[in-house]
């Protein structure tokens, strides 16, 4: 029942997050600037705080990292109106004024400044435009950020909190269900590191979306390879960032997200299997999730699970794509007899 509840939120938060991204006024923009803050401060402190740091014990690299994490809202508040178009004297007065917050509460912010920030330096005269848009804007923010974050904080702790208890109940279930839909978001037009970021997963269920993403990759280049869906260049992007290669996936969809569901679910398990930790919230991505995991776990737990990963995700690329040449080739016989 867990499983199925978990589930069931992840999918109504990605319905909440899709509709935002597609609908809502300069709704991708602003999602990019918010995987990009994710990125600013969760992989730094990932990175800095617990492999430099705790890890190997460079004092000065971890107190970069906890830093960094600290300021997930501060990053979100600034980057998201920078996205959107916003002047970056504006974005930054809004994004300093947040000191303290969460990275949605932030974000929230972000949108309002970067629909808001334009409209009022078109209002005000020159020379004072930029004063008067900075004193307005920085409490402005603030009180905004100040109001929202107990309820999307709380709201987004529950739904984490729930596939959290759901990955511990049924890890191996939790590993090919969550692996798949992250593989298949982060490849999409959307962000899975956004949506992570936003959820604030942490823990197993972090880790299984990380390792998904990076064995999910080699999927992508199967794929690629194999359907011929670009050259060496597209294979190449495709698995290090999908959304480059975003035209070739919208005209392929079924081929590509149905192999990886397949492959980032069997990396998800790999992770599962491993028990690989991630508690970087935002690092659902090739890059970040490989480098993230080793800041949480026993190096040759994350080097095991990568190499298991890698093997699942090809295996989806290569069970899709022999079905799909093998449909060609029933395709092609049919027209010629």
Known sequence: MEIVKGIGLLLLALSVFSIFSMKAPKGQKAMSGLANAAVASFLVEAIHKYIFGDFLGIAFLGEVGNASGSLGGVAAAALVPLSMGVSPVLAVSAGIALSGM??????????????????????????LDVIVSVLIIAPMARLLAVQVAPVVDSTLANIGDMILIAADQSPIVMGFLLGGLMKMICTSPLSSMALTAMLGLTGLPMGIAAIACVGGSFTNGIIFKRLKLGDTSNVTAVMLEPLTQADIVTANPIPIFSSNFIGGGLAGISAAYFNIINDAPGTASPIPGLLAPFGFNPPMNVIQAVVFAVIGGMIGGYIVSSVVLFMRKEKAVAVTS
């Open 102 to 127: 969460s990275i949605l509460p932030g974000f929230i912010a972000g949108y309002a400044v970067g629909l808001i920030g334009p409209k009022l330096e078109e209002k005000l005269p020159e020379g």
